[in-house]
């Protein structure tokens, strides 16, 4: 029992000894290994400042820039760790840890491809700004105010108060309207008059009731032309430029310019008819018309 005591304890203290050598001979590669680490640590912190600083400058989106700040904060680290265990002469670890990591990137490369791709296009979308937070834009098919933007989606208030979360990569990938950037936005509207007024008087009432509207935007000439000779009236379409910070401004703007066109076409005699619809009572192989009303039947009425 004693020998085997002994025994055990001689094993224990060779051990023990054969440890406190190899650290004392890695004690060099371990300090350096530290230093190495505090260095990557405040380079990291650093860097995590410079780049919030920068990002800052290219996007007001403050999700994207701290996610993007802690990424790169921690890849830094990163480097660091790495070093520090080459240092130590565990590159069998560096290699494992390595191989293991890109084998799990490529397992959540795969399973979060769709989620992926949002935070990447939401990520070029905050850098590039085609559009910003209360902008008004038309994109697949949606038409509204941009109420935020997070990693995922483009969050679009409509005009009828509906809330459409659209995904960043559609926003992305698809045609977009902005309707603020340019702080204008044109009004197109049709109209007819009888084939009986002056067109030359009818094109000046027009332009002058235009030039009446408070938000129209004389910086730019307004555009009258007559298209077609319609059944029953002689069809034009104006152009003009108002001034544009929300969607009301445009309704507005359109339905001031129909109240005053009219007023004005009113006040100068110029009408705008009704659609003109004939009644033919001579229909060959028909009746006259007082021989269908002795009978009692209704007259024929046809388009012309």
């Known amino acids: 029992m004693g020998t085997e005591f002994v025994d055990v304890y001689s094993t224990l203290t060779e051990k023990?000894?054969?440890?406190?050598?190899?650290?004392?001979?890695?004690?060099?590669?371990?300090?350096?290994?530290?230093?190495?680490?505090?260095?990557?640590?405040?380079?990291g912190r650093i860097v995590r400042k410079t780049v919030k600083r920068l990002l800052k400058k290219a996007t007001d989106n403050k999700s994207i820039i701290n996610l993007l700040e802690t990424i790169v904060g921690i890849l830094v680290i990163g480097i660091g760790f790495f070093i520090a265990l080459s240092i130590l002469d565990?590159?069998?670890?560096?290699?494992?840890?390595?191989?293991?990591?890109?084998?799990?990137?490529?397992?959540?490369?795969?399973?979060?491809?769709?989620?992926?791709?949002?935070?990447?296009?939401?990520?070029?979308?905050?850098?590039?700004?085609?559009?910003?937070?209360?902008?008004?834009?038309?994109?697949?098919?949606?038409?509204?105010?941009?109420?935020?933007?997070?990693?995922?989606?483009?969050?679009?208030?409509?005009?009828?108060?509906?809330?459409?979360?659209?995904?960043?990569k559609k926003v992305f990938e698809s045609p977009l309207k902005n309707y603020t950037s340019s702080g204008e936005r044109r009004i197109d509207l049709e109209c007819g008059v009888s084939y009986g007024d002056d067109l030359e008087k009818a094109k000046e009432v027009v332009i002058e009731a235009i030039e009446t509207l408070d938000n129209y935007n004389d910086d730019k000439e307004i555009e009258f032309y007559y298209?077609?000779?319609?059944?029953?009236?002689?069809?034009?379409?104006?152009?003009?430029?108002?001034?544009?910070?929300?969607?009301?401004?445009?309704?507005?703007?359109?339905?001031?310019?129909i109240i005053a066109i009219m007023k004005a076409f009113e006040e100068t005699d110029i009408m705008i008819p009704f659609p003109i619809r004939t009644l033919d009572f001579g229909v060959r192989g028909g009746e006259k018309l007082n021989a269908m009303l002795g009978n009692g039947n209704a007259p024929t009425q046809e388009d012309s």
């Open 16 to 43: 023990l000894i054969a440890w406190l050598e190899t650290t004392i001979a890695m004690l060099p590669n371990m300090v350096m290994a530290l230093l190495v680490l505090i260095f990557f640590f405040v380079a």
């Open 90 to 168: 565990l590159d069998g670890a560096v290699t494992s840890l390595l191989a293991g990591a890109g084998i799990v990137g490529l397992a959540l490369g795969f399973a979060f491809q769709d989620i992926a791709s949002n935070f990447i296009s939401g990520i070029i979308l905050s850098i590039r700004h085609p559009f910003g937070i209360g902008d008004i834009i038309e994109t697949n098919d949606i038409f509204g105010t941009v109420q935020k933007m997070n990693l995922r989606n483009t969050i679009i208030r409509t005009p009828q108060g509906q809330i459409v979360y659209i995904p960043n």
């Open 227 to 257: 298209e077609e000779f319609g059944g029953s009236s002689i069809n034009f379409e104006t152009r003009f430029w108002v001034n544009f910070e929300s969607n009301s401004d445009f309704l507005s703007a359109r339905s001031d310019a």
